[in-house]
């Protein structure tokens, strides 16, 4: 990796803050966003009052941004094996914006719609659940490693970085696969 290429991706503020403090800050967020979620999607009923006619249409939304996120990040993976690094980080960031748009959309619908449950009956039910129960997991786990990598990067620690990507790239992957999979498995039945 060339030195103008660190110089360009390496934030000042990252280089100089502790290691310690920023997985700490990392646990932290990454912690709120969860049980925030759990909160909204398991333990807050939606609005009660008919919601606007577009939130209907943001799951779709939301499985648009996973496979553009799943893109995003399967060019990336290119990028990075052809030593492209500056096009790896430019990618990998569309994808962070991506996933960032689900979030923001899956929130927005969830807040209005509350849980979904899921209407299928007998052989799809225990494939759905194993699809959703492994998504919801590693959609947690995904989360702080996520942040871990881009801090990684942003501070000039590549060694890391690369050992922290190598668990978050496929689990990242993995998760907007399974996002738009469960999108297509609702919608078989609703």
């Not at 103008?4 to 803050?17: G, H, M, P």
């Not at 060019?75 to 960032?100: D, G, T």
């Amino acid at each position: 990796m060339n030195q103008d290429f660190k110089s360009k991706v390496t934030i000042q503020a990252f280089e100089n803050l502790n290691v310690a403090k920023a997985v700490i800050t990392i646990v932290i967020a990454s912690a709120l966003v969860v049980i925030g979620l759990f909160w909204l999607i398991y333990f807050r009923d939606g609005i009660d009052s008919e919601y606007p006619g577009w939130v209907s249409n943001l799951p779709a939304l939301n499985a648009f941004f996973n496979s553009v996120a799943m893109v995003f990040l399967i060019a990336s993976f290119v990028a990075i094996k052809k030593r492209m690094f500056e096009r790896h980080m430019q990618l990998n960031l569309a994808a962070f914006v991506a996933s960032a748009f689900f979030l923001l959309s899956y929130v927005i619908y969830h807040n209005f719609v509350g849980h979904t449950p899921f209407p299928g009956e007998g052989f799809i039910r225990p494939v759905y659940f194993t699809i959703l129960i492994s998504h919801i997991i590693l959609s947690v786990v995904v989360v702080p490693l996520i942040l871990s990598s881009f801090y990684f990067a942003f501070a000039g620690k590549f060694t890391t970085h690369r050992k922290i990507s190598k668990w978050t790239f496929p689990i990242w992957i993995y998760v907007s696969v399974t996002g738009v999979v469960i999108f297509f498995m609702l919608n078989a039945y609703i």
